[in-house]
């Protein structure tokens, strides 16, 4: 976790796959640490600079990397590219992995500005005591940003199986860990899946977070599966962005009728995906959809809330209208746990009066860990039933824009931070 390093009690052996050409060694610094008796060092030695390469000293303190982390919760201008010891495997069921590629979500941009700060807290001290290093001084600073990404696992816990070092694979962090955006990352072996051949490390960098997300939306809060897609009709709303571009290209694959909503620009590439568009920006676009009332499901990934769009759905059918946008974490953030908790509680029964009284229910979607859809999803990249739309790549020194790109909005696709550029 935050602050604590120690070196892996049982690492996997490295196998055929690390001598594979065309692949880095495992620096040396790094290599030796491997065999050295298992410790625990406290506290987190941190070196922030702008770019700076590593030093001496910085070799001789252990194994070290560049990671892109804030110390305050004030947006871009707090993150700084800092030397921080390569984090340790300290779950038997955790992996390390040199990041090659990972993209940035709307949740960094937000999680660096003190968006769930309370809940997020909580994860981690819960972390910390499954784990055994529960300290009072530990902090949630410095925080490492980026939820998913693309690269080569260097060393493995000792019940990880059917992963070795050398594997490429793609994978995501829980929001409450130490992000990808840095050179090497820790996640649990479940979070990740071996990259498919067919796609680049961008491109499969740019899936695993967005890709669960949408899944949930679909599948735990919308209940539509691949068996009963070819029979409902669903409304995306911000289909153009990294979520929507996911949630259309799953649902079509699926056999469902999709309708895209997003600007006219990008219809092209929406309809590409067998769906039919529609210019949000269209002042006749709403009052056809309400007129129409026709779709099981009405599912808004643009991150503005829009409940006119409830009257599109079908009356008495089980109809359900799935927003991404939910005020669970600002208001608790606002207002403290048990505070915030109620008070979002009663928002979503207050919002379910009038729509249940015309037979329509509205739902709240988050992200949800799922190794079985991620599975999945990788299936569907290697069989290209999905495919993967990168809007820019930034070089890893040009993070802080990367995140400013994603801020500013009306990206077609996602935004991906490179290792190699």
Known sequence: MIGVLCQVKKVQPMG???????????????????HKTPCSVRGLSVSCHKAMPFTEADSASGPRMKAWQTSRYDGVDGLSLCSVRTPAVLDPGDLLVRVHAASVNPIDTKIIKGYGDKVLNMMRAMDRVKQGTFKEEERKFPLTGG?????????????????????????????????????????????????????STEQAASIPYAGLTAWSAVTLTGMVTATTAPQSRVLIIGASGGVGIFLCQLLSSWGAEVVGLCSSDAQGMVASFGVETMDYRDAATKSMLIADGGFDVVINASGVEDLDYMKALKPWKGASYVTLTSPLLRNIDDLGMMVGLVKSTKDLLWRNVTSLSEGRTYKWSFYTPNPCALKQITEMLASQKIRPVVDKVFPFTETPEAYSYVINGHARGKTVISMSQ
């Open 147 to 199: 939820r998913d990404f693309a690269g080569e696992v260097v060393c493995v816990g000792q019940n990880v199986k059917g992963v070795v070092a050398g594997d490429q694979v793609l994978g995501v962090v829980s929001p409450q860990h130490q992000g990808s955006h840095a050179e090497y990352v820790v996640t649990a072996a479940c979070n990740v899946c071996l990259k498919p051949e067919n796609v």
């Open 16 to 34: 055929r796959h690390a001598v594979a050409a065309g692949r880095r060694s495992t620096p040396n610094v790094f290599r030796k640490s491997l």
